[in-house]
């Protein structure tokens, strides 16, 4: 059973960049950032494939967030720059046995704890 485990997220104001950080306890596949706000339901917000060639992000990550992994340290990164109150929410690593990019959250088999990241405007 692999384990993930998040670091990185924090309290910055808007405009600012954090890096989260998520470490696999064993060689994981494609891999995703969910992220779920308070009364809303859990979006992903980029994915990035087994071998970081292949990436996907939400419409409003697009530019300002950049997903990528190294599977020497089985750990994939997001880095969020321009960073906005609408981005506050609990971020969630995860990892699944596909090769290829996932949109479905059902593919996910493996999920860590979450890690709050807070915008203030």
């Known amino acids: 059973q692999v384990q993930l485990v998040e670091s990185g997220g924090g309290l910055v104001q808007a405009g600012g960049s954090l890096r989260l950080s998520c470490a696999a306890s064993g060689r994981t596949f494609s891999s995703a950032w969910f992220r779920q706000a308070p009364g809303k339901e859990r979006e992903l917000v980029a994915a990035i494939s087994w071998n970081g060639i292949s990436t996907y992000y939400l419409d409003s990550a697009k530019g300002r967030f950049t997903i990528s992994r190294d599977n020497a340290k089985n750990t994939v990164y997001l880095q969020m720059n321009s960073l906005k109150p609408e981005d506050t929410a609990v971020y969630y690593c995860?990892?699944?046995?596909?090769?290829?990019?996932?949109?479905?959250?059902?593919?996910?088999?493996?999920w860590g704890q979450g890690t709050q990241v807070t915008v203030s405007s």
């Open positions: 995860a990892a699944s046995n596909l090769l290829g990019i996932s949109r479905s959250e059902y593919d996910y088999n493996y």
